[in-house]
């Protein structure tokens, strides 16, 4: 059915919706990130408008990866809508061809989307997140909130020289260049030394070289240094497990992040769920596929639109809300990740799978 004319047909319209989705989402929310930048961004004339603009094309892409599955529910509804109230599906249900057959082409589109997504389009986001990250400290520095994580970055180092425990309130390039830091250091004999706060510091091979930094002793008073270098034996390998979000790192290095965390005897939970939900995607669009097709797959002229079209969105939402859960314990490590990741795409295929068999063959 994939191969002949109509299949393909089917396939190019279920695409065609698919992507128009996609496309007017992400119009729409650079268009919403847009204005939210232009309110934070007044009274900072040194801010362009096209750097304002620049910043929003490269945060959205990572929202709309979330917003994926959602896309390809929307476009597969739209689609058989379309071909219901055209009477395409008449003619090819009165042509012999079943529901199974012209559902075919639009899950291998799905399956094909959802590898291209995973392959191409999250590595895209990724770098793009990273990059917006840049501009937003250029252009807000430390008043920029946007980076900001509830309870800041933490990093604990031991050398010769004593220990220092390094807090910071934003990172970029995963780890290599802190913003809004503050460092407690000790003696050998872990004694306080003193305490250090600093604009930025970057990772530099063998030392943590720190910028406008404010000494704070106990038996004198602060000290400003322009520079401050502080010995470290941590590598880029290692801060970047403390340092990175599992959404920030691209689905080709992932493997390396969980075999690096599993040897520095960090937690691996966040990078494994992230690694099989980008595995599962391809089937999770499928699913979505499934779920739209069990909804709208009715004939056009007998009404009941908009409880069709109300029941596939109320199936996304739940499902939705179903990977949140899911996640979450994964996170909490009160579920496997492969569990997690996967339990979404098995209810959502098997409810869409059930729904549709009753509708067609009773």
Known sequence: MFMNTLGRYFAGRFVTAALGVFFGLFVLLVFVDYIDLLRRAGGRPHISALMLAQTSMFRVPQLLERLMPFCILIGAMTCYLALSRRLELVVARAAGISAWQFVAPALWSALLLGLLATAFFNPVSAAMQERAKQLEAEMFGDSSNSLQDASGFWINQITS???????????????????????????????????????EATLEPGFWRFKDVRRYTLDSAPVDEETLLLPTTLTPAQVRNSFSTPETVSFWQLPSYIRSSESSGFATSGYRLQYHKLLARPFLLAAMVMLAASVSLGFFRFGGVQKMVLSGVAAGFLLYILSKVTEDLSKAELMHPIAAAWLPVFVGGLAGFMALLYQEDG
Do not use: C, M, P
């Open 161 to 199: 020289d004593g220990q220092a425990i390094i807090n910071a309130a934003r990172s970029q390039q995963q780890g290599v260049l802190l913003t809004g830091l503050t460092v407690f250091r000790f003696e050998a004999d872990f004694s306080f030394k003193d305490r250090l706060e600093a604009r």
